[in-house]
């Protein structure tokens, strides 16, 4: 293929906001980035930017090659993962919450079912996929926005309640005004949204005490310091075990857990993984009440 580097240049700029970003990224020049994608212009006898001050935007033909060049490329990087592959092994993203309280347990199956390794890794939030961090699959709470690039695939929808010791449910004595309400800062609207969903009265001078992370506010639950508002998957091994009780039972947060992907899946493993991983999700979920 004719100017295979000039594509290769477009592509990284078409991604940047300006010569200068994409020149570090490819460690040239911001003068050979220039010249690369004038190269490109007389080729396709097309403009392919235009200025905006001290940045670079993409014209309508710009685009619509954009579009092409970033498929084609991210075919190139899979095929190229796919050849170099020494070992079946996926990486993977996981909310920590969900890593240190469901996943961790349950992964050993898959991978001795499949002979492979899944190696997770965790983290909350907007991820990164593909070869600049090695990570095949992410595991979210869509919460946030997620890029409109990847694709999101549901798993299983969130529900959510009210947990606390079945001591602490005695100590108070089935008294929400009683309580002592456990935050965390990584979801600090968990009472407001509940209150708001399950139709609960808000409280006024209950005492309160905020955790940094949610997997601590869950452990300070099951721990007998206060309740929490607990978010299926993650507190169903804990309910099981008679650590946790959900006296207010549970209803649906509107979000979702989802698999997040830089394409549609295709390779086994990764539908091997998706399939056994809805799966398990659809386990633990709560029954409605009045059904067995």
């Known amino acids: 293929m004719r100017h295979l580097k000039a594509f290769h240049v477009f592509h990284v700029a078409a991604n940047s906001s300006s010569y200068t970003e994409a020149a570090d990224k490819l460690n040239l020049t ?22 905006s001050g001290r940045n670079v935007l993409l014209t309508k033909q710009g685009e619509t090659l954009a579009r092409y060049t970033s498929a084609a490329f991210m075919e190139l990087e899979r095929g190229v993962e796919t050849l170099t592959k020494t070992q079946q092994y996926l990486e993977v993203s996981c909310e920590p919450t969900l890593t240190m309280r469901w996943l961790m347990s349950r992964i050993t199956e898959f991978n001795e079912l499949h002979e492979t390794d899944v190696r997770l890794s965790t983290s909350g939030g907007p991820v990164t996929l593909g070869s ?9 709470r869509d919460d946030f926005e997620i890029d409109p690039n990847y694709v999101k695939i549901p798993l299983v929808e969130e529900w959510v309640g009210l947990v606390c010791s079945p001591d602490y449910w005695q100590q ?5 005004q009683q309580a002592k309400l456990l935050h965390s800062q990584t ?12 139709g609960q009265s808000l409280f006024q001078g209950n005492q309160s005490q905020t955790f940094g992370h949610f997997y601590f506010c869950l452990q300070a639950a099951v721990d007998g310091l206060g309740m929490a ?16 009780v959900a006296p ?15 394409d549609k899946l295709v390779d086994e493993l990764e539908i091997a993984f998706l399939t056994w991983l809805g799966a398990n999700m659809h386990q633990c979920i709560p029954k409605p009440e009045g059904k067995d």
């Open 132 to 140: 600049t961090t090695g990570l095949s699959l992410a595991i979210r």
């Open 229 to 244: 508002i607990g978010s299926y998957p993650l507190i169903v091994d804990d309910l099981k075990r008679g650590n946790l």
């Open 172 to 176: 108070v004595n089935g008294s929400l």
């Open 248 to 262: 207010f039972g549970f209803v649906l947060s509107g979000h979702n857990y989802v698999l997040i992907s830089q």
């Open 187 to 198: 979801r600090p609207d968990a009472w407001r949204d509940w209150m708001r969903i399950s």
């Open 30 to 51: 911001h003068g050979a980035v220039s010249k690369q994608i004038k190269t490109l212009e007389e080729y396709l006898s097309q403009s392919l930017f235009f200025k």
